[in-house]
């Protein structure tokens, strides 16, 4: 490609609303461009980016028994009433109505298209296993677009499902699943770490997301150095300590005025935070039976140094979503704002989740439910009664690994990938079954398994960049080599020495680009810096008469000659070696 017939102009500053690099160098090198929020045009630079990513997982699927198949982005509404997810999901999911009237959606994923396709085709166990995959645009009414193709309302994922006759068969091709995942993000020049994580409205009994560790993520991860344990702070756990032993004091009324935190509660007793309950107030909508959700007031209890892990306390209390409860609800049963406590208030109206480990520690100081006073040694199980003890804390910094007893790590991520064990929920929901050996009909046993290609773009910038620009790793680079004509109407012998040159890379099946701009020297540096092709050949009229080009690896700066006679084949060697470095980095990963 010509860069004087390339689709493109770059930017010398980003917009002032793109707040971090991946966002900024996307646009200044004419990747992409908004059209609304969270939607974006891909030009022909960022096409090229993308569709390389996607061929990298065609393959990695292909290689596992994954067959491509494409679903339409429009499903219309009884599929996803068949599984309960119309009603589950609130504003994220786009609906709309046809002319006559019927409900439709815009695909955010597929998996009750597929279990209903899987229900038309498979009979016989005969049939089972078999991977299905697409590579389709998505969308999600996402509430708050940010980072630019990091968090989107329209994306292009690529969303794969096995179909088994029974979990023994999908335990088995979940490794195989997790291990492909890994190499397409090696392949792409991205290192992840995979981390337990919560099944959300997926649904399922195990789910994995690979993250790419960034200071710019939205996800906090745990994670144990001594014994390898990773987790999401959605679901992970740690090791709590002992509760002290001691008998049940007797209950007291203390005056605290103007205390309304645990921090300056506990400067004011003269007590730790960990001697402190603390009362949190929500408001969960739950299914009813009839399938129409409610709302339930939730009061959690936890140990005053803790945070409440809103996960957690949803998947506890079964909620679709969970919000704050307002000053006028908490009233409502008979709780204070700043002085809450689980003592005397309304039991009929209200869901008390108490976290095991303050149900298990004697003489708390709790809120009196009254302005200005707590009450000390306050005991579970005598002072009041939870509905649910469990664990719904948040894991943090420094506590105790689960496994180990080590210092957990808490890092920032960005999740690219997700793989679930779905099990038969949407089998069972669109009727697709199987007849065994022995004519006994059985749901069909399916995991989903997804990856962003916009997102993961963004992120293998964020890996990949200096403040020059993009470092494209060589594997999903827009073109492998850049030439920069240096060539003048004053030295036409320049322009042909270039000329030759891009012909013979072609020739050879090298991605090459063109600058036979008619620009400065400093503009086509700045340039190729800017687009991060891995490779740029200098061709001036200093190295043509030397007999001698300079190479410019983009990845770490490194400046080589190279010889003009044998300019081809001697980059085609060097990309090579680029391609080679990314295989070293494949390598089996054993299952977190």
């Known amino acids: 490609m010509r860069m004087s017939k390339l689709f493109f102009q770059t930017l010398r500053e980003a917009p002032a609303d793109a707040e971090i690099a991946s966002h900024q160098l996307m646009l200044r090198a004419a990747l992409v461009h908004p059209i609304a929020a969270g939607i974006f045009d891909y030009l022909p630079l960022g096409h090229r980016v993308k569709h390389k990513i996607e061929q990298i997982m065609r ?14 982005i429009v499903h219309p509404a009884e599929l996803w009433e068949r599984s309960g997810r119309w009603s589950a999901i609130g504003d994220d999911m786009a609906r709309l109505k046809d002319r006559n009237g019927r409900d439709y959606c815009l695909g955010m994923t597929h998996e009750e298209i597929m279990a209903e396709l899987a229900q038309t085709v498979v009979s016989s166990y005969r049939q089972l296993p078999f ?14 677009p940010r980072a630019g193709t990091i968090r989107t309302r329209e994306f292009t994922m690529k969303d794969a499902y ?6 023994a068969g999908l335990d088995a091709f979940y490794p195989r699943i997790y291990q492909a995942y890994f190499d397409i993000f090696r392949r792409c020049g991205l290192e992840v770490v995979a981390v337990e994580s919560d099944t959300g409205m997926m649904g399922g009994s195990m789910a994995h997301e690979f993250m ?21 702070r959605q679901i992970a756990t740690f090791r709590k300590p002992a509760p002290p032993v001691a008998a049940p004091a007797p209950l007291a009324e203390v005056y605290t005025p103007n205390i309304t935190t645990i921090a300056t509660l506990a400067d004011y007793l003269g007590i730790a935070q960990s001697e402190t309950a ?4 929500m408001i969960a909508e739950i299914s009813a039976e009839n399938g129409a959700p409610r709302e339930q007031f939730v009061f ?14 949803a998947n506890a209390v079964k909620a679709r979503r969970l919000r704050p409860a307002t000053t006028e609800e908490i009233r409502a049963v008979g709780a204070e704002p700043g002085y809450g406590s689980p003592v005397g208030i309304a039991r009929a109206k209200v869901l008390l989740v108490v976290d095991d480990l303050v149900a298990a520690t004697p003489n708390l100081v709790a809120g009196a439910n009254r302005v200005d006073y707590h009450l000390r040694n306050v005991n579970s199980g005598r002072d009041y009664t939870p509905d649910l003890v469990a664990d719904i804390v948040a894991a943090a910094d420094g506590y105790a690994c689960p496994k180990c007893g080590a210092a957990l790590r808490s890092v920032r991520g960005v999740e690219v990938g997700n793989i679930f064990k779905l099990g038969t929920m949407y089998s069972e929901a669109m009727g697709a079954t199987f007849l065994d050996e022995n004519g006994q009909s059985k749901p069909i046993v399916m995991g989903s398994y997804g990856i962003g290609s916009g997102r993961m773009m963004a992120c293998i910038i964020e890996h990949h960049h200096d403040e020059l620009g993009i470092r494209w790793p060589i594997t999903v680079a827009p073109y492998q080599v850049i030439i920069v004509d240096l ?4 030295t036409p012998e320049v322009t042909a020495v270039a000329e030759r040159i891009y012909n013979d890379l072609r020739a050879l099946g090298v991605e090459v680009l063109l600058d036979d701009r008619d620009e400065r020297a400093g503009v086509k540096f700045n340039d190729a810096d800017l687009l991060g092709i891995p490779l740029r050949l200098t061709v001036g009229g200093k190295g043509v008469k030397s007999g001698a080009l300079e190479l410019k690896l983009r990845r770490n700066g490194e400046v080589r000659e190279i010889p003009l006679a044998q300019a081809a084949p001697a980059i085609q060697e060097i990309i090579e070696a680029e391609f080679a470095l990314i295989r070293a980095t494949l390598k089996p990963e054993p299952l977190a």
Do not use: H
Request: glycine residues 8%.
């Open 212 to 232: 790419a560790l960034t200071p710019v993520g939205e996800d906090t991860l745990l994670i144990c150095d001594a014994c390898g344990y990773s987790a999401n």
């Open 278 to 281: 603390k009362a949190v107030f």
């Open 300 to 313: 959690a209890v936890v140990r005053g140094d803790m945070e409440v892990n809103e996960t957690k306390l």
């Open 59 to 72: 393959e990695e699927m292909d290689a596992i028994g994954g067959q491509e198949v494409t679903l339409p």
């Open 162 to 167: 096995s179909f088994d006759r029974d979990q």
């Open 487 to 490: 060539g003048t109407e004053k």
């Open 131 to 144: 991977v299905l995959y697409q590579i389709q645009t998505k969308f999600r009414d996402e509430p708050r």
